[in-house]
């Protein structure tokens, strides 16, 4: 076991069953570089076939102690090494450096991405894969530093309690227990001790559907999440702005399909910010709208007269008082909002406000 007592680094790639396919030990601390050879020698020998690329994930650790590591001998099955590094008690603490899925490798090697950048991290890059996904994995969802949930999306209960997550989000998107400005989600292996997850059990498929309509992120007590640790047993798939805008509103309610209902109050919000820093829109909305939006009558003047006019200089004076008259609803009807210090739209995204036909292509919806 103790050959030396140097560092030493680890490359493993895991199959979707747990056994180890290779590994390969160096006997220094290595860079990036020696990992990107390590991956691009598995690409090689997998694309010799004609079978896909197997769903592997490949890890990477640095070892401080490079004696404390099970040694390969000669001629024996190491398919189980991933589980005996993992229940090594000398190792208890060793988090994987980088882990890579190698499906998303060959991708990022087709499209002459770094597979260890955050862009070469992302799932989203096999959305036109036919084969489906098969490492057991598990969805972890970090809402500040030390505070991770996980979900189980294998189970239909860990689905529902995810989305039950996203609708309360949503659902509150401006209100001020939304105390993050950034939202990540990581895809993590599932070969945890489960003894160690059951010591915090209330982080694990946390549904917010079983509780009162007034209950709040915050009102989860803080020793019941997941450190941010365990994030580095995967990588990161997705991450939002929650800055509390409309545009990054509209961005999350999009990227997680979020239901919208007609009485949602963060939708209204969401309309009023628009306004507020964007104008109303200049052609007339559809007489629906005002079960949706209760404040268009509020604006009912404004928009014929907006509608109406093809003088320039008149319709920035026009757009001028829409937008103070949407900030002043906002101020006295949603005091307690969060508020962004942002006056522009980022990337190009926005609140999609319908024509006369009634349709909202941005939110994917029509009334």
């Keep these: 076991m103790r050959e030396n007592t140097k560092p030493a680094t680890l490359f493993l790639c895991v199959a979707p069953d747990g056994k180890t396919d290779c590994v390969r030990i160096i006997r220094d601390r290595t860079d990036d570089r020696d990992f990107r050879r390590f991956i691009d020698s598995l690409l090689d020998a ?196 929650l800055h509390p805008t409309s545009e990054c509103y509209t961005r999350f309610c999009m990227g997680e399909d979020i239901s919208l209902n007609v009485d949602m109050r963060a939708f209204e919000i969401a309309l009023l910010d628009h306004i507020s820093r964007e104008g109303y829109p200049t052609q007339r909305l559809s007489p629906e709208w005002r079960y949706i939006f209760p404040h268009k009558t509020d604006f009912k003047d404004l928009e014929e007269n907006i509608a109406d006019c093809d003088d320039r200089s008149s319709l920035e004076q026009l757009q001028m008082q829409a937008r103070e008259k949407a900030r002043t609803i906002l101020a006295e009807e949603y005091p307690d909002i969060r508020r962004s210090q942002r006056n522009y739209l980022e990337d190009g995204v926005s609140l999609h406000i319908p024509d006369a036909a009634g349709e909202t292509k941005g939110l994917g919806r029509k009334v």
């Design 46 to 241: 997998s694309l010799q076939t004609d079978a896909p690329v197997p769903d592997d994930w490949v890890f990477r650790y640095i070892i401080p102690d490079g004696g404390l590591l099970p040694t390969l001998e000669t001629g024996r099955d190491h398919s189980d090494y991933h589980r005996r590094l993992r229940h090594l008690d000398t190792l208890a603490d060793l988090r994987p450096t980088n882990v890579v899925a190698l499906r998303n490798a060959a991708l990022c090697r087709r499209s002459g991405i770094d597979p260890l950048s955050a862009e070469g991290s992302d799932r989203q890059l096999a959305l036109g894969e036919t084969e489906p996904r098969s490492f057991p994995s598990v969805r972890a969802v970090e809402l500040a530093p030390n505070r991770v949930l996980l979900y189980d999306m294998s189970e239909t209960v860990g689905c529902d309690a995810y989305r039950s997550l996203h609708q309360h989000i949503a659902d509150h998107f401006f209100d001020r227990e939304i105390q993050t400005e950034t939202l990540r989600l990581y895809d993590l292996h599932s070969f945890f001790d489960t003894s160690v997850l059951m010591k915090h059990i209330p982080a694990l498929n946390f549904n917010f559907n079983h509780y009162s309509r007034n209950f709040k992120l915050t009102d989860i007590p803080a020793h019941a999440f997941l450190n941010s640790d365990i994030l580095k047993e995967g990588f990161l798939v997705k991450e939002y702005d």
